[in-house]
């Protein structure tokens, strides 16, 4: 069991979604706006993907571009990023799948297949 945390109106969640469901995948699905992730979480989901901080921003996102990230986030500390990422979940790149020994973002089908062992 996965935990798939998404925003039901992005394209990119709604294939990634299907994805799971065509390939038997049993999820829990959590709405990222209603339900955003707290510190901890991304600290942790953060630890345990092995991935650059940067990864978990959605940098395509209206919200990144309103607060100029792209500019403010180098000067900012880990602990300072992971808050900011707390306050908003249209902040935080999506889909977000979550297992047992892994956490990844985005959709990119290879990486799932490969995570998820199908």
């Given at each position: 069991?996965?935990?798939?945390?998404?925003?039901?109106?992005?394209?990119?969640?709604?294939?990634?979604?299907?994805?799971?469901?065509?390939?038997?995948?049993?999820?829990?699905?959590?709405?990222?706006?209603?339900?955003?992730?707290?510190?901890?979480?991304?600290?942790?989901?953060?630890?345990?993907?092995?991935?650059?901080?940067?990864?978990?921003?959605?940098?395509?996102?209206?919200?990144?571009?309103?607060?100029?990230?792209?500019?403010?986030?180098?000067?900012?500390?880990?602990?300072?990023?992971?808050?900011?990422?707390?306050?908003?979940?249209?902040?935080?790149?999506?889909?977000?799948?979550?297992?047992?020994?892994f956490v990844t973002t985005g959709f990119k089908e290879d990486t799932w297949k490969e995570l998820l062992g199908k």
């Amino acid at each position: 069991m996965v935990l798939f945390v998404e925003y039901p109106k992005c394209t990119t969640c709604k294939k990634a979604k299907k994805w799971l469901e065509e390939n038997g995948v049993e999820f829990t699905d959590r709405h990222i706006a209603e339900e955003n992730p707290t510190k901890e979480e991304l600290t942790a989901w953060y630890q345990k993907s092995g991935l650059p901080l940067k990864r978990f921003f959605n940098t395509s996102g209206l919200k990144y571009k309103e607060l100029n990230l792209k500019d403010k986030l180098p000067s900012m500390s880990e602990e300072e990023q992971l808050e900011l990422l707390s306050t908003d979940g249209m902040l935080v790149k999506r889909p977000v799948l979550v297992g047992e020994d892994f956490v990844t973002t985005g959709f990119k089908e290879d990486t799932w297949k490969e995570l998820l062992g199908k």
